[in-house]
């Protein structure tokens, strides 16, 4: 049975939707709105008015700041490096997805949801990667390496 909300909205439990995602990419191709590594950030830099002290834009999770916080190596890096010392905005829609990869450097990636409902990220640990890439070769491209080239 179907949950609804106070609108009359579906809502599903994060491994119905999950179930969903997966049988919609397998069923047929369909199109999403994605846009990724654009430069800036929707934190404010600092205070615009009085009362606003103790919003995000003063606390440790502007991520304007996360890079050169105190604890964080990469502060002493003089050079900005997109997406490492400087953030990024990706603008996503319901089942929009993200191509499986490695952080740039082999860093960690730190993310914040503004808005929208919960994600779901997965992650490989290291010691698994090749085993992982095996499964996609075969399960996932059929044996191809680029199946669309």
Same mark, same amino acid.
């Given at each position: 049975?179907?949950?609804?909300? *106070? ?20 069923? *047929? ?12 950030? %929707?934190?404010?830099? *600092? ?72 994600? %779901? ?29």
């Amino acid at each position: 049975m179907k949950k609804h909300n *106070k609108k009359g909205i579906n809502c599903n439990n994060a491994l119905e939707t999950e179930t969903l995602f997966w049988k919609a990419t397998m069923d *047929k191709p369909f199109l999403v709105e994605y846009a990724n590594d654009v430069l800036g950030s %929707t934190f404010s830099e *600092k205070c615009r008015h009085i009362g606003e002290a103790a919003s995000v834009a003063h606390s440790a999770w502007n991520m304007r700041g996360v890079s050169r916080a105190k604890g964080s190596l990469l502060r002493f890096m003089k050079e900005e490096i997109p997406g490492v010392t400087s953030h990024m905005v990706y603008l996503a829609m319901l089942f929009s997805w993200f191509a499986w990869h490695v952080e740039d450097h082999d860093l960690h990636s730190l993310n914040y949801l503004y808005m929208g409902a919960s994600k %779901t990220w997965y992650s490989v640990p290291r010691d698994a990667a090749v085993a992982f890439e095996d499964v996609i070769r075969v399960h996932g491209y059929g044996g191809q390496i680029n199946p669309l080239g």
